[in-house]
């Protein structure tokens, strides 16, 4: 499956974006697909996932409240509405899918098969 992740911006802090993860060559059905992001200089980190079930979400302590993982009933778009944005959300947001994790590593970059190719958020104070 190739990914392709949009929706990415500059916005001032407490402001919103909505990230996409689109899916092709094959829907989601399946596969776990998670946000994860990466700042310069800091190492990747989960930000919100789907099981491979779809039927359990799983959040970061910092997007918890904040963030909702949502995907469309086709199963070939996986979203990140982001609200209440703060300076320290900026990076670089990938989405990433795989059919074989166990939940024990959903958010375990390296577990992930296949990636997009990230779309930047910068929040400015």
């Known amino acids: 499956v190739q990914l392709q992740a949009s929706g990415g911006g500059s916005v001032q802090a407490g402001g919103s974006l909505r990230l996409s993860c689109a899916a092709s060559?094959?829907?989601?059905?399946?596969?776990?697909v998670s946000w994860f992001r990466q700042a310069p200089g800091k190492e990747r980190e989960f930000v919100a996932g789907?099981?491979?079930?779809?039927?359990?979400?799983y959040y970061a302590d910092s997007a918890k409240g904040r963030f909702t993982i949502s995907r469309d009933s086709a199963q070939s778009t996986v979203y990140l509405q982001m609200n209440s944005l703060k300076p320290e959300d900026t990076a670089v947001y990938l989405c990433?899918?795989?059919?074989?994790?166990?939940?024990?590593?959903?958010?375990?970059?390296?577990?992930?098969?296949?990636w997009g190719q990230g779309t930047l958020v910068t929040v400015s104070s």
């Open positions: 990433a899918a795989d059919s074989s994790i166990i939940t024990s590593q959903y958010r375990n970059a390296v577990q992930y098969h296949y």
């Open positions: 060559g094959r829907t989601f059905r399946g596969y776990a």
């Open positions: 789907f099981s491979r079930t779809g039927g359990f979400t």
